[in-house]
């Protein structure tokens, strides 16, 4: 069943042409769909505006049957539980000022009267940001760190561990190992796949890397210029005909 549905997406900036341009794909209920292209061909302004932190110029945004790329403000509030997004830089998607137990929470605050947790409860604060540091297999004694106190693969999972906390149907994973080093991209490679499966996530990986995009997706979307040139299942991948763009990302990486 289709989860997402994206139909003629396009956004431009006052800068330049579109850097989005009339884009369509869905995204299946259970589904680790990739999206793959060199820098600068949109991948990002695509994820930004399926959170609608960008408004769109044109097309359509359908999620669990509802059209979301016209809703602002409270009447948007209700879809931003479905989707979560994980960035490339976890120093950044975490507030330096903020213990990980209040950084974890914050989400649960702000949604907390519209949630319907099936995995995780809350008996109280403490034992669901253990639940969670456990999820992504930190030590419970985390929870009274900074961020600045781990290391770059554990903020990762901090991060991680924040977007699982209100159980979203979709998790936009923005270049998710692209900071780290080969050791931990392959541990939270690992953690992604292991808990989409114990919570039911779907995914839209977004990556330059091809072996961890071959490891992790079902079907591959390949963007160029803010258009999709090629899509595949994921045993296509390396095929012979495979779009020359798809190709040549293939040989260089
Ligand atoms: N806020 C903005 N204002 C103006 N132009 C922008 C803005 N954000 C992105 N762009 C432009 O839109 C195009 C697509 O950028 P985008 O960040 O989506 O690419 P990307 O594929 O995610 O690149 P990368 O892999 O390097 O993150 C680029 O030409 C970029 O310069």
New binding site residues.
């Given amino acids: 069943m289709s989860l997402l549905t994206v139909n003629q997406l396009t956004k431009s900036?006052?800068?330049?042409t579109a850097?989005?341009n009339h884009v369509s794909f869905h995204l299946n209920q259970g589904e680790c769909l990739g999206l793959v292209?060199?820098?600068?061909?949109?991948?990002?302004?695509?994820a930004r505006c399926l959170l609608r932190l960008e408004d769109i110029d044109s097309g359509n945004i359908i999620l669990n049957g509802v059209r979301i790329e016209e809703l602002h403000g409270r009447k948007l509030q209700p879809y931003r539980k479905h989707i979560q997004i994980v960035l490339q830089n976890p120093s950044a998607a975490l507030n330096p000022k903020l213990r990980i137990k209040d950084i974890l929470i914050d989400p649960y605050e702000q949604f907390k009267h519209e949630l319907q947790l099936k995995h995780f409860t809350v008996p109280s604060r403490d034992s669901y940001v253990k639940q969670l540091l456990e999820a992504v297999e930190l030590p419970a004694s985390f929870a009274d760190r900074y961020p600045h106190e781990l290391s770059g693969g554990q903020r990762q999972r901090v991060t991680l561990a924040r977007a699982i906390s209100i159980e979203p149907d979709l998790i936009v994973l923005?270049?998710p190992t692209a900071s780290l080093d080969v050791l931990s991209q392959g541990a939270v490679l690992d953690l992604l796949a292991s808990l989409q499966s114990q919570l039911a996530l779907s995914y839209l990986f977004?990556s330059?890397d091809l072996a961890a995009v071959y490891q992790m997706c079902q079907r591959i979307l390949v963007?160029k210029d803010?258009q999709f040139v090629d899509q595949c299942e994921r045993e296509q991948l390396f095929h012979e005909e495979r779009h020359a763009y798809t190709k040549e990302l293939i040989s260089i990486y």
Avoid: P
């Fill in positions: 900036y006052k800068t330049g850097a989005v292209g060199e820098s600068g061909c949109g991948k990002s302004t695509l923005d270049e977004i330059h963007m803010g």
